[in-house]
């Protein structure tokens, strides 16, 4: 269980669960997870950053921003993440199966309404010719030259904290690169240094 708890997709849905809750208590009337319906992704609309451009438009096709109007969505790619997230949020609450408009029951993301919803969006960004965003690859040989240049840094300090700082993060990026995980996880992990007497030949 606390594995669980520790991985970055449990993470990441805690978070959108606080975000959520906090959302659906700032809607007038009583609005909690076991009451709320499919219309729960507007909470999300505005946080959009991806410019899909109108048919005609002299920026379809193009990556970032312009002052053309056209409006700011979520990519269908994040939309799809949330539903996912929101399942498994409704699934924890006992909200499960397809949703009943008629009854109020079953699991409010597993509507046909959102399924959709996700499709159109879709289909709307993909004739906008927009294409999802990846990340730069951060190959073998950047990490080499990396580590070169804070041992050069390691080697031309003789301040302890300075160098606590260098081989840190030298450690941080190996273990980030290596381990396949998000960088974010293993910077959760407490670590303090000795600082005392033997501090200056640390490292």
């Known amino acids: 269980m ?4 520790a991985t970055s997709y449990t993470k990441q849905k805690d978070s959108l ?4 809750e906090t ?6 009337g009583y609005v909690t997870l076991e009451t709320v319906t499919p219309l729960f992704l507007v909470f999300k609309d505005k946080e959009g950053r991806t ?15 312009f002052g053309c109007g056209c409006p700011l969505r979520l990519s269908h790619k994040t939309v799809d993440s949330y539903v996912d997230k929101l399942r498994a ?5 006992e909200r499960d199966g397809e949703w009943d408009k008629r009854l109020g029951l079953g699991n409010p ?33 950047k990490l080499t030259q ?7 840094k390691l080697q031309g300090t003789e301040n302890a904290l300075d160098r606590f700082v260098i081989a840190r993060d030298q450690a941080y990026f190996k273990l980030a690169f290596f381990s396949g995980d998000r960088p974010g996880d293993p910077g959760q992990v407490p670590f303090q240094p ?3 007497k033997d501090a200056k030949g640390w490292g």
């Open 194 to 196: 000795d600082l005392g």
């Open 23 to 28: 959302f659906l208590r700032s809607i007038r």
């Open 146 to 152: 990396l580590c070169l240049h804070l041992d050069r």
């Open 2 to 5: 606390n594995f669980d708890r």
């Open 109 to 141: 993301a597993a509507d046909k309404s959102v399924k959709d919803l996700l499709r159109l969006i879709t289909a709307e960004q993909l004739q906008a010719r927009i294409t999802p965003k990846q990340a730069a690859p951060f190959f073998v040989d």
């Open 51 to 65: 410019q899909v451009h109108r048919n005609g438009c002299t920026y379809i096709g193009q990556k970032g921003r």
């Open 89 to 93: 949020i409704f699934h924890s609450t």
């Open 17 to 20: 669960r606080k975000e959520f």
